[in-house]
Nanobody, 119 residues
């Protein structure tokens, strides 16, 4: 099960780092990602990274401000999302997710972590 952490309250222009721990059973994943869902809005992809870390993808709204990275450890993988220059519109519940090989959509989800950016 994916375990997300690192959310909180920050002022506009501030930074936060989210972290997601992915246990061994996600090792058959093709990609890992962070999504977010703001109140009254649909869940959206924020950033993704391939399992081998050779390709990243960002939503236009976060390009140049957010960075997704992947770190390997024994029987565990962590996927971090460094968020800089945060804006009130970044306020949302953030979810980490994994997409298994052969799947077209993300099929493994962690619990959400709330990020609130005050103006």
């Amino acid at each position: 099960q994916l375990q997300a952490s690192g959310g909180g309250l920050v002022q506009t222009g501030g930074s936060l780092r989210l972290s997601c721990a992915a246990p061994g059973r996600t090792f058959n994943s093709a990609a890992l990602a962070w999504f977010r869902q703001a109140p009254g809005k649909a869940r959206e992809l924020v950033a993704s990274i391939t399992w081998i870390g050779d390709y990243t993808l960002y939503a236009d709204s976060v390009k140049g401000r957010f960075t997704i990275t992947k770190h390997n450890a024994e029987n565990m993988v962590t996927v971090d999302l460094q968020m800089n220059s945060l804006q009130p519109e970044d306020t949302a519940v953030y979810y980490c997710s994994a997409r298994s090989y052969g799947r077209k959509t993300y099929n493994q989800w962690g619990q959400g972590t709330l990020v609130t950016v005050s103006s």
